[in-house]
Structure formats: C-alpha cells, structure tokens
C-alpha cells in the first residue's frame, strides 16, 4: 500500500480527541505540484537565491579579513594589537556608531591588556559606549580564537 504522500494527496489534521480514527487524506490536483508548469519561477526563484547566496560570502570574507573600505587595517587577532592598533580600533568604532568622543589616553595599552578588561573595566573608561566597545572586542576576540 502507497503512502499518502505517495499518491500525491495530503494528510489532514487528525483531531486529538478523536484519536488516529480522525485522519483522512485530502487529495490535491496534481498540476499544483508540476515541476515542469512552474519552471520559470522555479528558475527566478534558484537565480535570485544563488545570487543573494553568493553576494553574503563575498562581504563576509571582505570584513573577516578586515579589507572593508572603512574598517583599519588591523591583525585579526586582538591579542597581537598594538597601542597603535587598539587608538585606531576605538576611533573606527567610535566613528561608525556615533559615540561621544573617546579619550585615548585612557586606553594606553595593547591588545592583550583589552582581553584581561571587563565589561566594568570599559564602561568606567567610556560611559556612553563602554558597553559597545565591550562587545565589539569581545566578537573580534571570539572569531580569533574559534575559527
């Protein structure tokens, strides 16, 4: 015997009351389900897919590799970063999400000095954005170690 689905036709909702005796299937006309009469959309659908596919990895590979036009060009590890690098990741971070001016003496250290930060730590340092800052590093850390 041919499963239901098999056949072409669709399983109805068994009623839990009525136990298992409930269910019926509905037959559905076979020309919903050509492949062949829908070809066009199918191809629309599978082109637009590919593309929108194809344009997530090329901008995901640019900012993984920091080679976005304004993202500085810093290692991918914090760990390794300069006093330089961490001036030049505060202003670019700054800079993009509107914060209020960040005092640079105040993050007179290298990447590694970042890493033993807390989130406290950034927020005593920069009130208006400490936690952003937090964050950003925190992701940028993550994708060093882990991938």
Not at 22 to 48: A, F, G, H, M
Not at 81 to 95: F, G, K, L, P
Request: some cysteine; overall charge positive; hydrophobic content about 35%.
């Amino acid at each position: 015997m041919l499963c239901p689905v098999e056949c072409g036709a669709l399983p109805s909702v068994a009623w839990p009351d009525r136990g298992l005796s409930s269910l019926s299937v509905l037959p559905t006309p076979s020309k919903i389900w050509e492949k062949q009469r829908y070809s066009s959309i199918y191809k629309i659908i599978e082109d637009y897919s590919k593309q929108r596919h194809a344009q997530k990895v090329s901008n995901s590979l640019l900012t993984s590799r920091g080679l976005d036009c304004n993202e500085p060009n810093l290692p991918l590890d914090p760990r390794l970063w300069s006093r330089e690098d961490v001036a030049r990741w505060i202003q670019y971070v700054s800079t993009t999400h509107h914060l209020p001016t960040v005092h640079l003496e105040r993050f007179a250290m290298n990447g590694k000095a970042l890493c033993l930060m807390s989130m406290d730590m950034f927020v005593s340092r920069v009130p208006l954005g400490g936690k952003l800052l937090y964050k950003d590093f925190q992701l940028k850390l993550s994708r060093a170690l882990y991938s």
